[in-house]
């Protein structure tokens, strides 16, 4: 039976997780992340001069490519470091440290709000789609892109297996849409006041030439480091192994499937 989650604690955890991962994720992570920049783009309707809000923005990539197109995009991320790499790499875009349960900003600010790879991270889901239902103009959208279902993931699940081989891990602190079945959505969605759900999957690559960024970003997420240095040895060896098995041809393809939603506050 799952345990009751305490929110509190997977707040924290997503808070220490993604700090620890800041100054290396354009490096490692984006690689997967920015290939979905152009199905929220199309998917919240955005157009030169609209007004975004990208939530979990990041080091910035996804705020930078919106604004290199012309719209006028706020990130937010609620982790100083992710912020600072923003800043520095994405001039073009205003970036804020703020929460996305508490959103600084008056009702009704955006013509859009994109969250990409953030939502099943969340410890309050419900609380932040009530402040993106807020801060949407009547008409507005808002569109995010989760990972799909676990098994449908090449690259987490051949560090997954690596972990699991060589480590009696405790279960990490997930928020409740963490792997959840495409479902689990609309109802927190729709209690937020947000409406017209729509839910379909794309399949997405991430393409490395080599495993390194593949293995190194896996290696700092699940902080390894921090693990006996035996463990951490065989752990590298047996997910480096798994992750060999994505060659294709001189680079590596990692194939993986994520659920693009969309909503729009009607009213
Ligand atoms: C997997 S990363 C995604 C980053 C970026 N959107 C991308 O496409 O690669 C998740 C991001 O969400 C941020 N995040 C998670 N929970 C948050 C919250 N409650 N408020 C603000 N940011 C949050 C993390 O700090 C992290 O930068």
Same mark, same amino acid.
């Given at each position: 039976m799952d345990s009751p989650i305490d929110a509190d604690v997977v707040h924290r955890y997503e808070h220490?997780?993604? =700090?620890?991962?800041a &100054? =290396? $994720?354009? +490096?490692?992570?984006?690689? /997967?992340?920015?290939? =979905?920049i152009s199905l929220l783009r199309d998917a919240a309707n955005i157009q030169p001069g609209s007004t975004v809000l990208d939530i979990g923005s990041g080091p910035g990539h996804v705020a930078g490519a919106l604004a290199e197109a012309g719209a006028a995009v706020t990130g937010i991320d609620f982790s100083a470091r992710m912020v600072e790499v923003a800043h520095r790499h994405y001039p073009q875009a205003t970036f804020l440290e703020a929460d996305a349960e508490q959103l600084p900003f008056d009702d009704a600010s955006f013509e859009a709000v994109v969250s990409n790879f953030v939502i099943h991270h969340l410890a309050r889901p419900d609380v932040v789609f009530r402040e993106v239902y807020r801060v949407l103009e009547p008409g507005g959208s808002f569109a995010f892109v989760v990972f799909e279902r676990p098994e449908a993931q090449s690259s987490i699940g051949a560090f997954f297996e690596a972990v699991a081989a060589h480590h009696d891990s405790d279960e990490l602190p997930?928020?409740? /849409?963490?792997? &959840? +079945?495409? *479902?689990? $959505? &609309? &109802?927190? /969605?729709?209690? *937020?006041?947000? *409406?017209d759900l729509h839910v379909e999957t794309h399949d997405i690559l991430w393409r490395s030439d080599s495993v390194d960024p593949v293995l190194q970003a896996f290696l700092e997420w699940g902080n390894i480091a921090a693990l006996p240095q035996d463990v951490q040895q065989k752990i590298e060896v047996t997910a480096r192994e798994n992750l060999e098995s994505y060659r294709d041809g001189a680079s590596y393809a990692f194939p993986h499937a994520v659920l693009l939603g969309t909503a729009v506050r009607s009213g």
């Open positions: 220490e997780t993604w =700090t620890r991962c &100054a =290396t $994720y354009l +490096d490692h992570f984006a690689g /997967l992340t920015r290939e =979905t997930h928020g409740p /849409l963490f792997g &959840a +079945d495409r *479902s689990a $959505y &609309a &109802a927190p /969605l729709n209690a *937020s006041g947000l *409406s």
